[in-house]
């Protein structure tokens, strides 16, 4: 266990840190509020295809053609110009 006020990691069966002599709590064994926020940011991430599906048409439209034209840009970058 990690004691909460001087960082010393101890081992679990200890009741006070090693270091310091506070005493230490136990790890909830339960999600905490920490925990939790951690997993939310995480499901955040996994919405970015649902945010795409949620766009209208238009701006799939647009999206699509900007993608293109910058995909036409790097080839023709790359390609070599003959005259």
Not at 4 to 9: L, T
Not at 26 to 29: I, K
């Given at each position: 266990m990690i004691c909460?006020?001087?960082?010393?990691?101890n081992p679990n069966i200890n009741k006070r840190c090693d270091?310091?002599?506070k005493e230490l709590e136990?790890?909830?064994?339960y999600p905490t509020e920490r925990n939790k926020s951690t997993n939310r940011s995480?499901?955040?991430n996994e919405g970015l295809f649902d945010?795409?599906?949620?766009?209208s048409t238009e701006k799939k439209i647009i999206?699509?053609?900007c993608f293109i034209l910058?995909?036409?840009f790097?080839?023709?970058?790359?390609?070599p110009y003959n005259n």
């Open positions: 909460d006020n001087c960082g010393h990691i270091k310091c002599g136990p790890a909830p064994r995480y499901e955040k945010d795409i599906k949620n766009l999206g699509v053609c910058l995909l036409i790097a080839v023709s970058s790359v390609l």
